[in-house]
């Protein structure tokens, strides 16, 4: 299937597109807000392994918007965020938001609070992750002692993003990676209690910041997505039991159809993964529905 071309808006100009999100910039730049602002659209697209898939899933974009915007509610108090407006244009309602302009860092601040996915599997090999020494037995699903921060070098779209040290992370941003790591442990500390009080366990996420260009203290600013079943890990917290993969409220759903016969694909290959089956469509988006409900006991419409 095509992708769809972003949509055309009424006062804003279309600019970029990611993975998920197209980011617009007002038409007429020559107002001060003009110049200090974005327009961020979350699109139904959805990636996995570093690809955008060919396959959209239905109100994907509209979840990951509104939860997002829940989050950054709940975490206010913690960090600043770069959330201006939800006032915009009416076709792309519910799925977008008028956010600060900031210099983004180049980094993904990931903070594990759980051993799986990459971070197992580094940890078999070498005993740590992105440079963090764990101790020895940990398993499949294990709680880490101590959330730990596992950043990753962010790659342009089709690109695949490289994990890194913290020394790493401070040779790219300078010290200002010391307020990434602490900052993002706090809000990952703080979102894994609420999830959890929930029936949620949020086993690891990312978050992005930046500063403001203007800014002369460089206080980092929240942006991107926050705490959404793509940028996150969700499993159920009845029945969690390390040694084992743990059922998910996640994307975690279409990478493990990716991976596996049914598919066909061979993700070693280089090639474009194929379409997704209707039935995985809508299992993820009832995956991504659940998860929105569960964490902030509201009915998705």
């Known amino acids: 299937m095509e992708q769809k071309k972003p949509r055309k808006l009424h006062n804003w100009t279309h600019v970029y597109s990611g993975k998920v999100r197209d980011i617009y910039v007002p038409a ?17 697209r959805i990636s996995a392994y570093d690809y955008v898939l060919p396959t959209q899933i239905p109100d994907k974009g509209a979840i990951l ?60 090999e070498s005993g740590s992750v992105c440079g963090v020494e764990l ?3 940990l398993q499949e699903a294990s709680q880490l002692g101590f959330p730990i921060f596992t950043p990753a070098a962010k790659a342009k779209v089709g690109g695949h993003d490289e994990n890194i040290t913290f020394a790493d992370t401070v040779e790219r941003v300078g010290l200002a990676a010391h307020d990434l790591r602490s900052t993002s442990i706090q ?18 996420t990312k978050f992005e910041f930046g500063v403001a260009p203007d800014s002369s203290k460089g206080n980092i600013i929240l942006a991107d997505e926050v705490l959404t079943p793509d940028s996150s890990r969700f499993w159920y917290a009845e029945g969690y039991e390390p040694g ?15 991976t596996s ?11 474009q993964p194929p379409e997704l089956p209707e039935e995985v469509v809508e299992k993820t988006r009832e995956r991504y529905i659940q998860a929105y409900e569960t964490l902030t006991g509201s009915h998705w419409q």
């Open 135 to 137: 101790p020895a037995g």
């Open 261 to 271: 016969p049914a598919s066909g694909w061979d993700r070693k290959s280089g090639e």
């Open 28 to 44: 007429d730049v020559s107002t001060h807000s003009g110049r200090d602002v974005y327009l961020i659209v979350a699109s139904d």
């Open 187 to 204: 809000l990952y500390q703080r979102a894994h209690e609420i999830a959890l009080q929930r029936g949620i366990i949020i086993a690891d």
């Open 65 to 124: 918007t509104q939860l997002s915007l829940w989050w950054f509610d709940v975490l206010a108090d913690i960090v600043e965020n770069h959330v201006v407006s939800t006032d915009v244009p009416e076709e792309v309602k519910g799925r977008a938001m008028i956010t600060r302009r900031l210099n983004m860092f180049p980094i993904e601040c990931v903070v594990r609070g759980y051993l799986t996915g990459s971070g197992l599997a580094e940890y078999c």
């Open 244 to 258: 084992r993969v743990q059922p998910s409220l996640d994307k975690q759903f279409v990478r493990d159809w990716l």
